[in-house]
């Protein structure tokens, strides 16, 4: 799998992992159904401009790769991709160790607030690792 796919799917499984969590809250009766398209457009929207921005450069031409420092970019892209769903998924999870009454609505705000505060630490890399030389 090359880097591209890898940092794709780090995003891709992260988003999966929250929808998941949102689904494992609505079974345990801490969402009611009414919420939990309110809740899944709330994280749709953390999500979306990342996964959007990486399709969007999936498609994109680049020119020739140079050979010193190619892989530097990769890695910082997956470290801080990786930290962002560590964070996301940490304070999705708190609810179940904080149960009250508006607990989901509250840890989506928070990771939104999060995610717009890390938001240049977490999409400037990815933008300038699809946006470099071809891979």
Known sequence: M?????????????YVACIGILMFMFVK??????NLPAHFSLLSSIYAPYI?????????RRGAVSAANHRQPFLVAVAMSTLFQVLVIAILT???FHVERKGIENALKV?????TAIAVLTALPIGYFFGKEKC
């Open 94 to 96: 708190s609810v179940f």
């Open 52 to 60: 959007g921005t990486i399709f969007a450069y999936w498609f994109s």
């Open 29 to 34: 009766g801490l969402s009611i159904l009414g």
């Open 111 to 115: 990771a939104g607030e999060v995610a």
């Open 2 to 14: 090359n880097e591209r796919a890898i940092l794709l799917w780090v995003w891709i499984a992260g």
